[in-house]
Every structure is written in structure tokens, then in C-alpha cells.
């Protein structure tokens, strides 16, 4: 809600030049969440300091809430510098941002020393650091402690800012980076915002060594307009610097060596009519649709949103109607019975079962083994052996994974439902092998039983 | 002339055009009844006479002709029905349905059916069609029996045709109207001194003939037995129980369906060739020492059984080896097969028996159904089935079922009569293990007791995902917390919510004394303890272990050794306790942290710096006044908000600083406390406090009599004492307990809650004392929570109850997962 911006460039005052803000005057603008005022705590021929003080309207606010992230009716608009702060801005100094000046041409174009001072911003020290560190600022970073009774720091940092620049740019710098520290915006993010990052990034953010997480941020996290905003400042860059960017060949990732050892395994029992169970977005469906042999593939899921997700990645609503026959998603629990899930000739379980509760685990294996009954079982779950190989890991491999398992421990389980299911089963690595730890992957394929008629 | 047409039956009407169907139809049915071919022309070609579309509008006709009589509701098909595969589209429909089908056929001359199309105008054929329908007619009328029609009524002539009445007959297996009370017996197979025994442990006195065989038995209180069939075969007197059976049915004292074993040995005695295997030879042995006329007449018994009957208002079913709900009251072979022998699924087991497909698993219906045929060591109840069938003459017992008050009584067997092939099925084997997802997902209705709900298909899909992913085992979770109502909106000067209000509403809804309880700010959690240990769990509102493994099994092990006395006391091996855990900070730290404490901090720091500004702004000579003001007011409130949510925010590590507040205890073995008062209720949480003052923490109470304005004023005072001093509020309750009606005997809300001025910031914001902002949420409309909090009690009421009558598990969960797809409606969730 509050920055200022002082220079001790003399004569001082002429800031309210550059500004085009008489320091002599208080000046209140409505904008749309509430009223922008720019006055001056002191304006000395040696000082001058202007404050851009944005008094939000909690009600003018909430009437906006559906076009942002106003989930919670208590939130920290009103205090923290976000893109409230930053639309203000552009609003009030349109001219400055520009790098127009009537009065003060000359001034406007050299750098002059400025300091800069957010008293809330949302951000750690060592972001803000490295998103205004090499656009020439000298960098202050504070966080905010909670009180005693919690302890421990906030998420908001006290940001002082100084350097030898030109008004313009410090104002484009904090037009662009406030929300990108921010982190979210006020408004739905249209394709148009790609233009007004590129217009104030112009001449510095294609050289930004954080541009990418700089144009992710500030188009809000849409992946394609930030595609798009990156190739457009590539444009302007000098074929050395793309070159570093080029990705090294590189082995395979895990992913996919694991979604090849699932469907070598599916061949290898000869499936034809195939469950993916726990699909989630569709990353083994879209290979198995590629798969002639199978002509029956259902990926179901707990998550409507993945089975959603899984929809547009397969894109059911446009595949001819004899490939869309084959292919079906539908939700379910597998701590459930499912009678859809009946009648199949393989069932994977690709890196599912790590996240159901190792409680519920036999009520996955009854519906699976027990109601389910496949031809066949593919389980796929991490070697937490493995997990030394991963620097700086602690924990899990993922947030939701309930647990991880040793090869032995994954060995003894599979033996387990083996036996109590009637299926015979064999394990193998999947992903680069170390001899001490084993792959990365862990696979069980089970094979049913001859029933005996 | 009287035409006999089964109660549920599909009635094909048979006749030329012309012969006057539909004046037939419409006088005998209502037009719901009557499905019309040239109606469903009419519906998908826009015209009745468009031949074309009879294809169409047969599919259609058929389809509804399904669902009606799969409803079980008669049917009558009025078309010329003069072709084989028209008629045999029909007799599939009704097969698939397991009714009769039945022809009544209008034979007029061909001259008047002439006539009578000449004088309607939408018919403009000629007289060949109808010579050619004639003809038709009169191939049919020897083809209908062979077609599988088991009526056949053929009214000649327009006399005939006008003097016809339609008499409804029940089928046999409809003995809905006898109430009993009965005495169900199990397979008997020959073991007649058991029989004896267990009819004088029920009370029936025997009565014998001159050669002092049981032939009869009476009972004082007017009882009716009801064997499930397998009398004979494998033990030591199977003519002796036949006897004695018979007897009783032929002196109306006992109803018998017939078993697979009856069946077979009525195939031997009417001379068919069968296997003498499973015991068979001995029953024939048996026969061999009787006098033939006893013989003739089991032979007769035994083809008069009716393979199912439904009994005491459609409450009971009883067949010999059970029979899916489909199948209820319904007459076919298949529905005959099911009942005689069961439904296999084509495989063998490991001693080469065919294993049986298993129908009680997947049952669902409303009616009992009592049967015998698998011999199992203890009857269980499966989804409102029992087999009762404990293998007397394997050294098993014999079992009966007291209806309606479903108690068991046996008696052992003397001996073992006969070696099984396999052993008694275990318990281990409890063939309805886990849930099964078809009774939760999709839209569905439930009829809960206290009320009827319709689960939206995308809130069962929510909820399906948490139950999923994060819920503790379904079968554990067999209650969810409802949501709460605030008090409606006072008017009070600067408050939102008042204890006067909470007041008035309950007062409105008829309570005449209320319980205040304090409302404690932490986080709900739903604790299962028991005596052995096994299946305890603490659950969140939305049915999430509470911490994880590492701290809820010590937290539940205290809790439990709090509870002993309580075990003994009531008489449970568990108990369910509806508690708030605290504090807050326990479980939601990191939402204090990032959410409120946030806000805090971030105002905390923002509103002095701007202020600081301001004044050196307004050093310098210009007028900042209104914005200093507004902001300084602001930064009192960012004060009294970070103090509101600091409140609830104590250190602890790992249980160290956790205490638990009970307020209710729901259900124990066996049943539920909801008709308890609160005095009880809190009495037994105070009984945890004492055993372990450390642990728990006690729920301040004031108890208040509506009519009492000094009890409503101190109570008011209370709760601005407690607000003063940090608490979250109260909770004003019918203390009579939760499942207080009012006159009309619909639930009333379990409470409601009364926030107090301070907490409220932390929901509302810092600034919500403002007057004009007061006076907006005033507004607030709480409709929406108030039946959402309705509903969710209900179905937690239902969930108490379906657990205390011992449902199976699924009926159990199907309520409490509707409490969890009610979270998903859209409710402003700061109510």
C-alpha cells in the first residue's frame, strides 16, 4: 500500500518535475480499489522524497473478488505492495514511466541516485535480492518477524532500494517486479499483458538472468503466454546468449523410461483390454492410445480434475468416433469395490500406490486383486534406496507420497498379495541401475493364476 | 365373464383392427396402464398411423413397458399384436422381468371391424387388410400358448367382449398379508430329534399320533413357523420330519418353500432319473420302511411348495437360497432356479463345489431375506440377509430366527450325522468386505429417516475424492460432525451476533431450555475409542486422521485410558466422542501462519510506516487529516485483529500442550446417545476431566430456561465475559440433546452458534465493526446454512442409528459420505 522514492540529486525537488507532482500539494486519485495519494514528507533542496500511499476500499475490493484470488475475505490486499500498488503506479506517473518530462527532458534521461523504500512487500530477502540486484540496485532486504507468541519470520519483507538511475526505469523496474514478488494478480490476466511486459522490460528484462521466472510470475503462471512473452524477448537477443540457454542432450527421463518398462510388460502379457488406474493427467493414456493392439483402454482416476486434465491431453472431443470407442476415463476410488474394473486383461498401477495410506492398502488390493482380477498387475513405486542419488532431498520424493519403499519391503509386500490373490509375480528395476542402491523404479508385474475349472 | 389376470402381469391385447382394444382398455385400466402403439407412433413420427415408425415405436413402447413392470406395476399393451415376433417382443419384455405374460384376445366378426374403420377418418385402408388381419388372427390363436403366454382369455363377440371383467389374482408367492409372528427354521435334512427340540425351545407344543409321531405343532401365542426348505436327504429321519411338516402346513401352522434337495427327490418320485448322491439314498431308504399312500403324499407336498414367498407387508422374504430384490414377488424360472439353488458363477473351488456368486454382497432392498442352502458356522446378518443354515447334520446346529424381533434361537446337534465335503466357511470368508463404490457415486436420493436429500453427482465426485485419498477407513468413519448455523443477526449496537438472538431462534423453534456451552476455538476432531484398541481413530471434520500415526495412537491410548470407567459403565466395547481438540494452533498452524498472522504482520508493519509519512507530511504544513484518521482507525483494527487469532495460539510439541474438550458422547455398541440430554453428556466429559485433567479440558455451561429473562441476562453476562476475555463464543444447544424434534416432529438445529465481537474479526476482517460494514452483514443470508446444518445433523443422526441397529457397513457410509458431499455446496463458509 505505501513506497517511496527520494533522490538526493540536486536541486532535490525537482523530482516533483520528473513526477509531474507538485511537492508543495497533496494529490488524491480514485482508481478502481480505492484512492492513489502522492505526497511528499520532505522536499529539500538536498532531499526530496515522494510517497505513493494507496488507500484501498475493502468494500471496492470485495465487489472485484471474483476476478482474483479472493478466497479469503481476510487478506493482506490492504497492506502488502502487490499489483494494487503496481496499477496505481502506472496510473499516477503514467509520464514518468515513460520517461517523458516537459519541464526536466534532460533529467529524466540521466540517472540520478534514488532510494527506494516498500515497508511490505510479500517475498524473501534472497528473492528480492535477485531480482533487483542485477538491474543495478543496491539491495535491503528485512523480513518481517510474526509476534513472539508465534516466532519466526513472516513472508513479507521492509525493502530498501538504492542505486544511480533513471527515474523511469526505477519505476518500470517496480511496475514489472512488485507483482512478480507479489506473486498474484488483482485482475484476470489477458493476452494483452504480454505487451505491457515487454514495454516496461524494455531494455532490461531480456538481459534479466530471473526473466523467465519474471514474465511466469507476472503473467500470473499461464505457461503459453509466458512461452510466448520468453520467444519475444529472445528476438531481440544476440545468438551467443540463446545458445547458452540450448538444453545438453541428456538420457531419457525417469518418466519415460518408466512408461516404456510399463508398456514392454503390457506386450509381454499380451493385453489387449487395459485399466490405468490412478491415470491422473493422461501421461501413460496417450502412449497406450498409440498402441494398435489394445482395444480397450480405460484410465480412471480419483480426481476429476486429472480425469478433466487426461480429456484435453487425449483430446476425447475430437478423436474419430472409432478411436474415442476405444478409450474410456472414468472416476473412481480404488479403496473401493468398482464393478466397471471387472473383466481386464492388465491393470496398472503406475507409482499409485505410494499414495494411498499404508492402512488402506488392502482395501486397494481386495478391490484390485480380489474384485477387479485382472490378467495381469503392473505396480510401479520409488526405490526409496535411491533417494542418496537425489541431492538436497529430505523426505519424500513427493509431497502426497504416504510412504516409500525399500526393494525388500516392496519385495515382501508383492509376495504377500501374491499369494493371498492367486497370481504369481516378479519385480524388476526400471531407470539406470546403481550397484549399491538399485534403479530409481521398483516394478511388480503379477500374472494370475490358472484357475482351475 | 370373468377373465383371471395377475396382479403383476404384462396383458397383451390381441385383436384385428377395429375390434375396439382401445374401448376395451379404457375401460378396464387407467390410461397410465394402458401403453398404446399407436400413441408411441404418434410420439416419435408425429403420426399415429405412420407404419413406418412402428419399428421406432416398439423399441419405445418396450422400453417403458421395462421400466413399469420393473417398478412392478401391470402393464397392458394395447396393439393388434396379430404377428408371432410382435407378441414374442412381448413375452422377452415380461420374461426379462421375471411376470407372466398374459393374451386377452378380441374376437369380433370381420364385418363389424370393417364397419367401424370405415367410420373413422385416420384409417384408409382398405378391406383386404382386414380380411388379411383375420387370418392372421385366427393362425395366432393356437400359436399363444407355444409363445410362452401362461393366460390366455378369448372373448368372441361383442357381447362377450362387453360382459368381461378383469379379476386380479395374487400370485402364490404373495402372503404379504400374513404378519406372523414367525419362527423361520434352517435346513433340517432328516435331523428330526433336533426339530423336536428346537420347536420346544420356541415354545411350540408337539402334537402326535397314535403311534406317537410328531404330525403337528401348535403354538400358545398363535406363532406360524416357516422352514426354507432342505428337510430331507443326509440325516437319520427324513419321513419323520416330512410328517411333521406337513402336518403343520396342512393345518396352517407352518409356511415351507422347498430346498434343491425336496426338489431332486421329487424328480426320483416322479420317476425321473436322477443322481442318488448327497444323501439322497438314505432319504430313499427312509421311504422304503413307509406306507406308499405317505410316500404319494410327500410326492404331492412337495410339488405344491412355492419356491418363494413374501411375507409381513413385502417386510420378509424367504427363499432356500436367498433371492436379489429383482427377483422379489416375481414368478419364472429363472426367479424359481434362483431361489432352489443359488447363482453360481461357473467355477469350481478347491474341493470341486461350484462357487456360488455372491448375490447378498451386492443386495439392497428395503425387505429381509431369509434363507438357508450354505451351511455356515454363525448366521450373520449381510446387508439385511441371514443364512440360517448352520449344518445341523454335519454336528453343526439348528437354527431359527424369531421375526419380527430377529432373534436367533439354536440347538446343537446330537451328533455329526453326515461328513461335509468342505468345512464350515469361516467368518474370514465374510463375503461383504469393503464398499463398494456403485452405493456412493453419482447422483443419488437418500431417504435418511429424518428426512430425504438428493447427493448432486459432482459433490459425490468431491467428496469421493477426499473419502479417496485423505479419509481414514470408510468403515471406520462412521460419523461426521454437521455444520453449524450461526444465531441470526443482531441488532444489537455493535454486534453481529448476540446471545439474544440465539435465544429468540431456539425459543422460535419451540425449545423451552437451552444448554450455553462455551465454544472452544480449535480444531474439531471425532475420537472412536475401545476397550480392545482395535479400530480407534481421531478423525477431522472432513474425516482426516488427525495428526498422523505418530501422534494419534498416543493421543488415542490416553483418551482410552480416561474412557475405561465409561466402558464398564455403559456397557460398551467402544465409544464415539464429538470433541474440539486445542489449541488451535495444534493442527492449523500453518493456516495461522499463513493466513491470519500473515495479515497481521503485514498490517502491523504497513499502517505505522504510512502513518509515520503522513505526519511528516503534515509537518510540513498540508492537511492530511481525514486520510491520518481513517488510517490510525485502521491500525486499531489490525491490533484487534492480530489479538483475536493470538488467542488461540499456544506452543506445543508433538502432544505436549494438546488437551482435548469433549462435549457429547454419540454412540456406543449398539446404540446411540442422541436422545440423551446435554446434562448427561457433559457429565461423562467431566468424568474424562477428572481422570485426566491434564489431557482434557472441561466445557464451561450455563443451563437456561427460555422463560426465564434473569437465567437469559446472566447468560448473556457469561458471554461477555468470556468474549472479553479471548473466547471464541458459545454454542446454544436444546439440551434435551441432538435429536430434539419439535411439535410436528421434525429435527430442530442441534444448536446454534453466537461468535463473539473480537473472534469475529478473524473471520469478517479487522475492520467488520465498522457500522456501515456492520450493517451490510446484518444482511447476511443464512437460509442456505441453516438447511445445510438440518440436513447434515439428519443424515449424522441416521449414521448413529443405521450403526446402532447393526446395518451393514454400507448404509452406514452412505450417510455419512452425503455429509461430506453436502461440504461441497456452495455456503459462504465464513457463516
Not at chain 1, 491431453?313 to 471387472?342: F, G, M, N, S, V
Not at chain 1, 486383486?369 to 495381469?376: N, T
Not at chain 2, 402336518?247 to 426320483?268: D, F, S, T, W, Y
Not at chain 2, 490416553?558 to 495444534?586: H, V, Y
Request: a negative charge.
Amino acid at each position: 500500500m505505501l513506497l517511496t522514492l527520494t533522490t538526493t540529486h540536486r536541486p532535490a525537488t525537482d523530482l516533483g518535475y520528473l513526477l509531474v507532482k507538485h511537492p508543495g500539494k497533496v494529490h488524491s486519485f480514485d482508481v478502481p480499489t480505492g484512492t492513489a495519494h502522492v505526497l511528499y514528507p520532505e522536499a529539500e533542496e538536498d532531499r526530496c522524497t515522494a510517497a505513493l500511499l494507496l488507500d484501498i476500499d475493502p468494500q471496492r475490493l470485495r465487489a472485484q473478488r471474483d476476478a482474483f484470488e479472493l478466497s479469503q475475505y481476510v487478506n493482506d490486499r490492504p497492506y502488502a505492495a502487490s499489483s494494487l500498488l503496481a496499477s496505481a503506479l502506472a496510473r499516477v506517473f503514467r509520464s514518468a514511466l515513460r520517461g517523458a518530462s516537459r519541464d526536466r527532458p534532460e533529467l529524466a534521461a540521466t540517472s540520478i541516485p534514488l532510494e527506494i523504500h516498500v515497508p511490505v512487500l510479500r517475498g524473501t530477502p534472497e528473492l528480492v535480492s535477485r531480482l533487483f540486484t542485477p538491474l543495478g540496485w543496491q539491495v535491503t532486504a528485512t523480513p518481517i518477524p510474526f509476534e513472539a507468541e508465534l516466532g519466526g519470520d513472516s513472508r513479507y519483507v521492509d525493502v530498501h532500494l538504492s542505486g544511480e538511475l533513471r527515474v523511469a526505469d526505477a519505476l518500470n523496474h517496480l511496475y514489472v517486479l512488485l507483482p512478480v514478488l507479489d506473486d498474484g494478480k488483482h485482475y484476470w490476466v489477458a493476452p494483452d499483458e504480454i505487451e505491457k511486459l515487454l514495454r516496461s522490460g524494455e531494455g532490461w528484462l531480456a538481459a534479466h538472468p530471473e526473466k523467465v521466472l519474471i514474465a511466469r510470475r507476472y503473467l500470473a503462471h499461464r505457461r503459453s503466454l509466458a512461452t510466448t512473452a520468453l520467444q519475444l524477448l529472445e528476438a531481440d537477443q544476440p545468438a551467443t546468449e540463446e545458445e547458452a540457454e540450448l538444453p545438453v542432450t541428456r538420457r531419457a527421463p525417469l518418466a519415460e523410461q518408466r512408461r516404456e518398462a510399463v508398456l514392454a510388460a503390457l506386450t509381454e502379457v499380451g493385453a489387449s483390454r487395459v485399466l490405468d488406474l490412478g491415470c491422473g493427467g493422461g501421461a501413460l493414456l496417450t502412449a497406450l492410445v498409440k498402441d494398435r493392439g489394445l482395444t480397450e483402454i480405460v484410465g480412471a482416476d480419483v480426481s476429476t480434475r486429472s480425469l478433466e486434465q487426461a480429456a484435453r491431453r487425449l483430446r476425447l472431443d475430437r478423436l474419430p468416433e472409432r478411436q474415442k470407442d476405444r478409450i474410456r476415463l472414468i472416476q473412481t476410488a480404488l479403496t473401493y469395490r468398482d464393478d466397471r474394473l471387472r473383466g481386464f486383461d492388465a491393470a496398472v498401477l503406475m507409482e499409485v500406490i505410494e499414495h494411498i495410506d499404508l492402512p488402506r492398502l488392502p482395501a486397494l488390493e481386495a478391490a484390485v486383486f480380489g474384485h477387479a482380477r485382472p490378467g495381469a498387475v503392473i505396480v510401479t513405486t520409488p526405490n526409496v534406496e535411491y533417494n542418496v542419488h537425489y541431492d538436497g532431498l529430505t523426505g519424500m520424493r513427493h509431497s502426497d507420497h504416504r510412504f516409500e519403499w525399500t526393494r525388500a519391503e516392496f519385495a515382501a509386500w508383492a509376495e504377500s498379495v501374491a499369494a493371498a490373490h492367486g497370481y504369481t509375480v516378479t519385480i524388476r528395476g526400471v531407470g539406470e541401475a546403481d550397484e549399491v542402491t538399485g534403479a530409481p523404479t521398483q516394478l511388480a508385474l503379477f500374472k494370475i493364476s490358472e484357475v482351475t475349472a | 365373464m370373468i377373465l383371471d389376470v395377475p396382479e403383476l402381469s404384462l396383458v397383451a391385447l390381441v385383436g384385428i383392427s377395429g375390434s375396439g382394444k382401445s374401448t376395451f382398455a379404457a375401460r378396464h385400466w387407467a390410461p397410465t396402464q394402458v401403453l398404446s402403439s399407436d400413441f408411441f407412433r404418434g410420439l416419435v413420427a408425429d403420426d399415429e398411423n405412420d407404419q413406418s415408425a412402428s419399428s421406432d415405436a416398439f423399441d419405445v413402447l418396450h422400453y417403458v413397458a421395462g421400466k413399469r413392470l420393473a417398478a412392478g406395476r401391470l402393464t397392458v399393451v394395447d396393439a393388434t399384436n396379430l404377428q408371432s415376433h410382435a407378441r414374442a417382443g412381448l413375452v422377452k419384455v415380461a420374461r426379462e422381468h421375471d411376470v407372466l405374460p398374459v393374451a386377452v384376445v378380441l374376437d369380433v366378426p370381420e364385418s363389424l371391424a370393417w364397419e367401424r374403420t370405415q367410420a373413422r377418418t385416420d384409417r384408409t385402408f382398405g378391406r383386404q387388410v382386414i380380411t388379411r388381419m383375420h387370418r392372421d388372427l385366427r393362425r395366432s390363436l393356437g400359436q399363444l400358448a407355444k409363445e410362452g403366454f401362461r393366460k390366455i382369455h378369448v372373448l368372441r363377440g361383442v357381447d362377450e367382449i362387453a360382459a368381461a371383467e378383469i379379476r386380479y389374482e395374487k400370485l402364490f408367492n404373495d402372503l404379504k398379508g400374513e404378519h406372523g409372528p414367525f419362527d423361520i427354521i434352517g435346513d433340517v435334512h432328516g435331523c428330526r430329534a433336533e426339530l423336536e427340540a428346537l420347536l420346544g425351545k420356541l415354545g411350540w407344543h408337539l402334537v402326535r399320533d397314535e403311534r406317537d409321531r410328531p404330525v403337528d405343532a401348535t403354538h400358545p401365542e398363535g406363532r406360524k413357523a416357516v422352514f426354507v426348505g432342505d428337510l430331507v436327504d443326509r440325516g437319520p429321519d427324513s419321513p419323520g420330519v416330512l410328517r411333521l411338516v406337513m402336518g403343520m402346513v396342512a393345518a396352517g401352522h407352518a409356511i415351507c418353500v422347498p430346498g434343491n434337495h425336496e426338489q431332486k427327490l421329487a424328480r426320483k418320485l416322479n420317476g425321473r432319473n436322477v443322481q442318488l448322491t448327497h444323501g439322497l439314498p438314505e432319504t430313499l431308504e427312509q421311504l422304503e420302511a413307509e406306507d406308499p399312500a405317505f410316500v404319494a403324499e410327500v410326492r404331492v407336498f412337495i410339488d405344491g411348495l412355492v419356491s418363494h414367498y413374501v411375507l409381513d407387508d413385502g417386510n420378509l422374504v424367504v427363499a432356500h437360497a436367498g433371492l436379489k430384490e429383482a427377483y422379489h414377488g416375481r414368478a419364472s424360472g429363472r426367479v424359481r432356479s434362483f431361489a432352489l439353488y443359488g447363482e453360481t458363477t461357473g467355477e469350481t473351488d478347491e474341493y470341486g463345489l461350484p462357487v456360488r456368486y455372491p448375490w447378498a454382497r451386492e443386495y439392497r432392498g428395503s425387505a429381509a431375506v431369509v434363507y438357508g442352502h450354505v451351511p455356515t458356522p454363525v448366521p450373520e446378518w449381510i446387508n439385511n440377509t441371514i443364512c440360517l443354515d448352520t449344518g445341523c447334520v454335519f454336528g453343526g446346529a439348528l437354527t431359527a430366527l424369531r421375526w419380527p424381533s430377529r432373534e436367533l434361537v439354536a440347538v446343537p446337534a446330537a451328533k455329526e450325522y453326515y461328513a461335509p465335503v468342505r468345512p464350515l466357511l469361516t467368518t474370514a470368508a465374510k463375503p461383504d468386505q469393503g464398499l463398494d463404490i456403485a452405493d456412493v457415486t453419482g447422483r443419488r436420493h437418500i431417504d435418511y429417516g429424518y428426512g430425504q436429500t438428493t447427493v448432486p453427482a459432482e459433490n459425490a465426485a468431491a467428496a469421493l475424492e477426499v473419502m479417496g485419498r485423505f479419509s481414514v477407513d470408510p468403515e471406520t468413519l462412521v460419523w461426521l460432525p454437521p455444520t453449524m448455523a450461526p444465531c441470526t443477526s443482531s441488532t444489537v449496537e455493535g454486534y453481529l451476533e448476540h446471545p439474544s438472538s440465539a435465544f429468540a431462534d431456539l425459543r422460535a423453534a419451540g425449545v423451552e431450555r437451552v444448554v450455553c456451552e462455551e465454544k472452544h476455538m480449535g480444531s474439531r476432531a471425532v475420537v472412536r475409542v475401545s476397550v480392545s484398541g482395535t479400530g480407534d481413530a481421531i478423525w477431522t471434520r472432513t474425516g482426516r486422521p488427525f495428526f498422523g500415526p505418530e501422534l494419534d495412537e498416543p493421543l488415542l491410548a490416553r483418551i482410552r485410558a480416561a474412557a475405561a470407567p465409561l466402558f464398564a459403565e455403559l456397557e460398551t466395547g467402544w465409544l464415539l466422542l464429538d470433541t474440539e481438540l486445542l489449541p488451535w494452533s495444534a493442527k492449523a498452524g500453518s493456516l495461522i501462519r499463513d493466513q491470519y498472522a500473515g495479515v497481521g504482520a503485514a498490517g502491523r508493519a504497513a499502517l505505522p510506516a504510512a502513518l509515520t509519512v503522513l505526519d511528516r507530511v503534515a509537518g510540513r504544513g498540508l492537511d492530511v487529516g481525514g486520510l491520518r484518521d481513517r488510517l490510525e482507525l485502521r491500525a486499531t483494527e489490525i491490533e484487534g485483529f492480530s489479538a483475536a487469532y493470538r488467542a488461540y495460539v499456544k506452543p506445543t510439541d508433538g502432544l505436549t500442550g494438546v488437551t482435548v474438550a469433549p462435549f457429547a458422547v454419540l454412540a456406543g455398541a449398539g446404540v446411540s446417545y442422541a436422545k440423551r440430554d446435554h446434562d448427561w453428556h457433559l457429565a461423562l466429559a467431566d468424568r474424562l476431566v477428572a481422570a485426566d485433567p491434564e489431557l482434557f479440558t472441561p466445557t464451561r455451561r450455563m443451563i437456561v430456561d427460555l422463560d426465564d429473562p434473569a437465567a437469559e441476562a446472566a447468560a448473556t453476562e457469561w458471554w461477555l465475559t468470556l468474549t472479553a476475555a479471548g473466547g471464541e463464543g458459545m454454542v446454544v444447544k436444546p439440551w434435551a440433546g441432538l435429536a430434539r424434534t419439535d411439535a410436528k416432529g421434525r429435527l430442530v438445529q442441534p444448536g446454534v452458534k453466537c461468535r463473539g465481537r473480537e473472534y469475529l474479526r478473524i473471520i469478517y476482517g479487522p475492520e467488520y465493526t465498522r457500522p456501515e460494514q456492520l450493517d451490510q452483514l446484518r444482511r447476511r443470508n443464512l437460509g442456505r446454512k441453516r438447511s445445510l446444518a438440518l440436513r447434515e445433523h439428519g443424515l449424522g443422526l441416521a449414521a448413529l442409528d443405521r450403526l446402532a441397529e447393526g446395518a451393514p457397513a454400507w448404509r452406514v457410509h452412505e450417510v455419512v459420505f452425503a455429509i461430506l458431499a453436502a461440504e461441497s455446496e456452495p455456503v459462504d463458509p465464513r457463516l
